[in-house]
């Protein structure tokens, strides 16, 4: 079986769209490839909207399996 392809979900504060990507990437798509998101600077939480959003419509908890990390945390 091949190896699944690393998608990584770049922003700034990694706190916001790449984070939601990240988890979206995890819930619908985790046969396909591995979902990161990393940002040139992080944020002490998860933009609370995103949270909020990404919980009423995938009922998928961000806070409880993210946080938000640099560049450099994506493995290779």
Not at 3 to 10: H, Q, R
Not at 11 to 39: I, T, W
Not at 50 to 61: E, G, P, S
């Amino acid at each position: 079986m091949p190896e699944k392809c690393k998608v990584a979900f770049i922003c700034v504060h990694n706190s916001c769209r790449s984070q939601m990507a990240e988890a979206l990437g995890k819930h619908l798509a985790p046969d396909v490839f591995e979902s990161y998101s990393a940002g040139t600077e992080t944020k002490p939480q998860i933009n609370q909207d995103a949270v909020r959003i990404i919980k009423q419509l995938y009922n998928l908890d961000m806070e409880r399996e993210q946080f938000s990390k640099l560049i450099e945390a994506i493995p290779q």
